[in-house]
């Protein structure tokens, strides 16, 4: 099956600077790439997801970078907040009804 | 759009009694929904894919008869723990899909279980 790696697992950030989390994927069917932030004990949010057909998407502030041919992609957060602050998951899955394949998250820390 | 609720957003039970989790799709028709296990500091552990009308494929090491589910219509999905045990503890999520295509996976608020 899928398997979904993420580094670095901590990303400690100075307010204003750039956040950079990679993740790769094993199974070249995968198609679907989403992000999402969760908060403690709140449930993930989707910030922005690409397809394979797509090799970047940006909204605002968060954009998402994937290369099908290395198998990685990432999630790119410019002028970081600290609101920003909160654990972030990639994940893959071959679209449709599919199941996603969660990377083990990144706790991203925004210093003021 | 999209919004997923689940109820109740926490339990805690005796050792031995079985708890009920609700999942609904308010505002969309969920043909798939899926449940996930989540212990603290982890990732999304997912349990079982549930489609409406037909029985839930249970992912490897899961029991499937200590957690029962149930998607007996488009709008609804239920996580049965039976005889939850201290084990069980856990924070459980569903997300729902609401098909014709569509990929995203829109998640509800989750559920915290305590099993004393």
């Known amino acids: 099956g899928e398997n979904v790696e993420q580094h670095p697992s901590t990303l400690s950030v100075q307010e204003g600077d750039s956040a950079v989390i990679k993740c790769t994927y094993s199974d070249s069917a995968s198609n679907y790439f989403p992000w999402y932030k969760q908060e403690l004990g709140k449930r993930p949010q989707l910030i922005i997801d690409i397809r394979s057909n797509v090799g970047e998407k940006k909204d605002q502030r968060i954009a998402v970078t994937l290369n099908k041919t290395a198998k990685h992609f990432s999630l790119h957060i410019t002028e970081t907040q600290p609101e920003d602050s909160a654990v972030y998951f990639c994940?893959?899955?071959?679209?449709?009804?599919?199941?996603?394949?969660f990377g083990k998250g990144n706790q991203v820390v925004v210093i003021p | 759009g999209a919004v997923v609720s689940q109820h109740p957003s926490w339990v805690i039970c005796k050792s031995g009694t079985s708890v009920k989790i609700e999942c609904r799709s308010l505002?969309?028709?969920?043909?798939?929904m899926f449940w996930y296990r989540q212990f603290p500091k982890q990732s999304l552990m997912l349990m079982a894919t549930s489609n409406e009308g037909s029985k839930a494929t249970y992912e490897q090491g899961v029991e499937k008869d200590k957690f029962l589910i149930n998607h007996a219509s488009l709008t609804l999905s239920t996580l049965t723990v039976t005889s939850a045990h201290p084990e069980d503890s856990s924070f459980y999520i569903c997300s729902a899909i609401a098909g014709g295509g569509t990929d995203t996976q829109y998640f509800g608020p989750g559920t915290r279980l305590t099993v004393l």
């Open positions: 994940a893959a899955s071959k679209g449709g009804n599919n199941r996603l394949a």
């Open positions: 505002d969309f028709q969920a043909t798939t």
